[in-house]
């Protein structure tokens, strides 16, 4: 291997640890707003005890979603869809639940 392909290769790893970490930060600043405004998980039905992302399953986590992967995993595809549309993330949760 050539310094030259090994220089290509790390611009490309470091691009990709880049996008992850904009990525990462997004979603974390996307649950951060989410606690400003709901005590529990905004997609849990308080009723029936279940969760709305993954559509009629139990919740695990009884509201909580500060670490739920099923809640993460739905910013994580939002963050996807956006991106892939190369539209304006939006900077606050209410904005993300209304363009839902």
């Not at 904009?22 to 400003?36: D, F, G, L, N, P």
């Amino acid at each position: 291997m050539s310094e030259e392909e090994i220089n290509n290769a790390l611009a490309k790893a470091e691009k990709e640890a880049e996008k992850k970490d904009h990525k990462k930060q997004w979603v974390e600043r996307m649950i951060k707003s989410a606690k400003t405004y709901y005590k529990l998980c905004p997609y849990y039905d308080r009723k029936t005890s279940e969760c709305f992302i993954n559509l009629g399953t139990k919740c695990t986590r009884d509201g909580r979603y500060e670490v739920c992967p099923v809640f993460m995993g739905f910013l994580d595809t939002k963050y996807q869809e956006i991106t892939s549309k190369k539209r304006l993330l939006p900077m606050d949760f209410l904005d993300l639940a209304q363009n839902v």
